[in-house]
């Protein structure tokens, strides 16, 4: 059983108890501040690019789940529920295939965002591929794909540094 509480996770194996502090190992800004810089042109742009912004949060939230990043995971849901997004859609994404809460064009961006993410198992498939051009242009599908290799990038930066999650508030959301 594992528990996380107040910055330190508990590991409970049978009667034995163990706690391990998480801590923050790699600051960025004091480090290399130029790697929040890059990473930030790229958000900006994404950020007036051509997707609607509850579908970028969308993906990258599931990109998030699907790397097992908790900064990530807790920073986009919190985006999506000041977009307005419902409960219902969150706590379903993982298994959006089977919910029908999701659009057709969302549908296709979550089959994409897991085929980008997982580029290493067998590249990206035609079928994938032939699903999203349905829903997006050219220039859709180029932002589309940049979104999800930018939240892979944050996730890995995230995961790396051990950011801890819970401490993100998001700006007043305005949806496109």
Request: charge should be neutral; charged fraction near 20%.
């Amino acid at each position: 059983m594992v528990q996380r509480r107040y910055g330190k996770w508990l590991y409970t194996l049978g009667h034995v108890r163990r706690t391990l502090w998480v801590m923050t190992r790699l600051n960025y800004s004091k480090a290399a501040p130029g790697v929040y810089d890059a990473m930030d042109v790229l958000d900006q742009y994404l950020a007036s690019a051509s997707l609607e912004r509850r579908l970028l949060c969308l993906v990258q939230l599931r990109a998030s789940q699907l790397n097992g990043c908790a900064y990530c995971i807790d920073m986009h849901s919190k985006d999506l529920r000041a977009l307005d997004d419902t409960e219902q859609r969150l706590s379903s994404l993982d298994a959006w295939r089977e919910c029908p809460y999701y659009t057709d064009r969302e549908r296709a961006a979550l089959a994409w965002t897991e085929a980008v993410t997982f580029v290493a198992n067998g590249h990206v498939p035609d079928a994938v591929h032939d699903e999203v051009r349905a829903y997006f242009n050219e220039t859709e599908l180029a932002d589309l794909t940049l979104a999800v290799a930018s939240i892979n990038a944050w996730n890995r930066l995230s995961i790396a540094a051990r950011l801890t999650p819970g401490t993100y508030t998001p700006a007043v959301a305005t949806a496109q």
